[in-house]
C-alpha cells in the first residue's frame, strides 16, 4: 500500500521556518519524482518544488527565491522542505506527491502526482 505521511507544518511568525518532511512507502522509490505543492483557501493548487529521488536533482518554482530548499534522506525513505524566510503568502495546506517514472521538472510543471498525501497547514501570521 502506498502512503505519503506528511509533518512538520504549523504556526510561524513572518520571516520564520519550517521544516516539512514527507515519509514514502509502498512504491520503488528509485524510479520516482517527489514533489511539494501547495493550496491556499480559494487559490488553484501550485508547485513548490520537486526532486528526482535517484540522482537528486532538483526543481523550484520561480516564488522560492532560494527560500525554499528540498532534500532527500535515502535511508529514512524521506523527503523534506526546508522552508526559511517565510512569508504570509507562503500560508497554505502543503502536499507531498509521488510519481514514478517522472523527471522532478516534468513533475513539477505538469502539476503531476501520481500518489498524494494528506497535507500539513501552514499558516504565516504575526
Known amino acids: 500500500q502506498v502512503q505519503l505521511v506528511e509533518s512538520g507544518g504549523g504556526l510561524v511568525q513572518p520571516g520564520g521556518s519550517l521544516r516539512l518532511s514527507c515519509a514514502a512507502s509502498g512504491f520503488t522509490l528509485g524510479s520516482a519524482a517527489i514533489g511539494w505543492f501547495r493550496q491556499a483557501p480559494g487559490k488553484e493548487r501550485e508547485a513548490v518544488s520537486c526532486?528526482?529521488?535517484?540522482?537528486?536533482?532538483?526543481y523550484y518554482a520561480d516564488f522560492v527565491k532560494g527560500r525554499f530548499t528540498i532534500s532527500r534522506d535515502n535511508a529514512q525513505g524521506t523527503v523534506y522542505l526546508q522552508l526559511n524566510s517565510l512569508k504570509p503568502e507562503d500560508t497554505a495546506v502543503y502536499h507531498c506527491a509521488a510519481t514514478p517514472f517522472m523527471t522532478s521538472r516534468q513533475m513539477c510543471i505538469l502539476h503531476s502526482g501520481r500518489y498524494w498525501g494528506q497535507g500539513t497547514q501552514v499558516t504565516v501570521s504575526s
Open positions: 526532486i528526482n529521488w535517484s540522482d537528486g536533482s532538483t
